[in-house]
C-alpha cells in the first residue's frame, strides 16, 4: 500500500460533496436507497456510513465557505477525498510530505472548530483531498 512519508495510517475513510440544496441532494440519495437521517434536510453538514465503513457527505456551499472564504463554485472544489490519519501530528506530516512533493497546499493544518486536526491538498487535477485526524478534547 502506498503511504506517504511511510506512514501507513492514512485510509480513505469519506467522500465528500459540496452542495447547493441540501434537501433536493438528499431526497436524490434516498432515491438511490440511502439511508440519510431524518430531519436533515436543514443541516450544514450531513453524513452516512456505508458498508464497509466508507463514510459520504454533504456540506452547503455556506459550510464550506465558513472555513474556506475562497471557495467559489465551478473551480473543480465540489467532491473530495478524505482520509483519516492516525493522529494530529500526522496531519500535519502528510501535508508536509505532499507539498514537499510539489503537491499544492490548499489549506494548511489547522485546528477545526468540529474537533479535528485538518487540512487540505489539491491533487493534480486540482480536487481538493482533506487530511484529517479526530483531536482528543482539551488537546
Known sequence: ???????NA???DLIGL???DMAASLAFYRRLGLDLPAGAEDAPHVEV????GLRLAWDTEESVRSFDPSYRRGDGGRGEL?????TAAEVDAAYAELTGAGHTGHLAPWDAVWGQRYAVVLD???Y????FADVPSGA
Open 82 to 86: 478524505a482520509f483519516r490519519c492516525g
Open 124 to 126: 493534480p487535477d486540482g
Open 49 to 52: 456510513v456505508l458498508p464497509g
Open 18 to 20: 459540496v452542495v447547493s
Open 1 to 7: 500500500m502506498p503511504t506517504v512519508g511511510g506512514m
Open 128 to 131: 481538493g483531498v482533506s487530511l
Open 10 to 12: 492514512l485510509r480513505l
